[in-house]
């Protein structure tokens, strides 16, 4: 019963972030490889919180997304003259540089040893130091943030984000300002990857650097890319069909506890290739935001000098 609640709630967790990342690389095109960095800091934040300063861990996850939010904006500012290559890497460089401050800077994280006994919140008298309580809250969190997403990947909001990642310089000819919807959409992001890492500390009430490593950020990019790039629900789908895929491996009578993490990164490995090879729009492909309804025989022009022509019956 422990480890189907777990599964679960790790569910929801990933899946806040999954959606996060889509939201910025599917639906805005703009990729960032530090989410699992992020995702640390939200989740140091919210648990230093409550553990040195008495705050209630789902107040501190406030803080932590807050604060997460800020520093994703920042590093837009920082770089937003840089091009589509230059940014990736620069976000790579990001999540190296956030893991190795949180390896090393031991008076306050406490280094590779981490933190421990993160206590469990408690909201009007109402404890959820239990593990099925806190799953109350941890699902009727993430379904509103999910929610949210979902309804924003819906909005005028996300058409403009498309018409970004699509043609920039044609949106800005539209008076539309880039540059405010880039810093907007990774603070959103950056708040919701920040505010699933308090979640996760209050999960496993143990936060350590180890498990905020780039490799993580890997797995997100895939339920990403497995799901779909620019269709949220996708994302949920995927995180669903492979972390229960990841837990299950861990059931396999007779395998050694050492090869459940290979077995595991071998799975994701073909998952990748499978899905750039055969399916590289993902398990459900991005659909348009509005049907054409109104003009129904309009047909698209054909190339050359075909539009000069007849229209198609």
């Known amino acids: 019963m422990r480890f189907m609640l777990t599964t679960i709630m790790l569910i929801e967790v990933y899946t806040i972030v999954a959606m996060a990342l889509n939201l910025l690389l599917g639906v805005a095109g703009r990729y960032s490889a530090y989410e699992a960095a992020m995702m640390g800091v939200g989740a140091y934040t919210a648990s230093l919180l409550a553990l040195n300063a008495g705050f209630d861990l789902y107040i501190a996850c ?5 604060v997460v939010a800020t520093l994703a904006a920042i590093f837009q500012v920082l770089a937003r003259h840089m091009d589509f290559f230059t940014f990736n890497i620069s976000s790579f460089a990001l999540q190296m540089v956030l893991y190795e401050t949180l390896l090393q800077w031991r008076d306050l994280t406490e280094g590779s040893v981490g933190l421990f006994n993160v206590p469990r919140p408690e909201i009007f008298g109402v404890s959820f130091a239990s593990l099925n309580n806190y799953m109350i809250l ?5 379904a509103i943030i ?3 997403l979902l309804y924003l990947e819906r909005s005028q909001y996300a058409l403009a984000l498309r018409g970004m990642r699509d043609g920039e310089k044609a949106l800005e000819s539209l008076g539309k300002n880039t540059f405010i919807l880039k810093v907007s959409v990774f603070a959103i992001a950056g708040a919701a990857t920040g505010f ?4 996760l500390a209050g999960l496993t009430r ?3 650097p180890s498990m905020f490593y780039v490799y993580l950020s890997v797995i997100f990019t895939i339920f990403v890319v497995a799901g779909g790039r620019g269709n949220l629900l996708g994302t949920v789908v995927a995180v669903v069909l492979l972390v229960i895929g990841e ?6 009578p007779g395998l050694p506890v050492s090869q459940i ?5 071998i799975i994701y490995g073909i998952v990748l290739l499978g899905v750039v090879l055969y399916r590289p729009a993902g398990l459900l492909p991005e659909k348009p935001l509005f049907k054409r309804t109104k003009y129904k025989n309009v047909h698209p022009v054909e190339p050359g000098l075909a539009f000069l022509g007849q229209p198609k019956e």
């Open 62 to 66: 406030f803080i932590g997304a807050l």
């Open 138 to 142: 941890t699902t009727v969190s993430a």
């Open 146 to 148: 999910i929610g949210l």
């Open 196 to 199: 699933a890492g308090g979640l």
């Open 206 to 208: 143990t936060v350590h």
């Open 247 to 252: 837990q299950a491996i861990t059931l396999i």
């Open 261 to 265: 993490g290979a077995l595991q990164r």
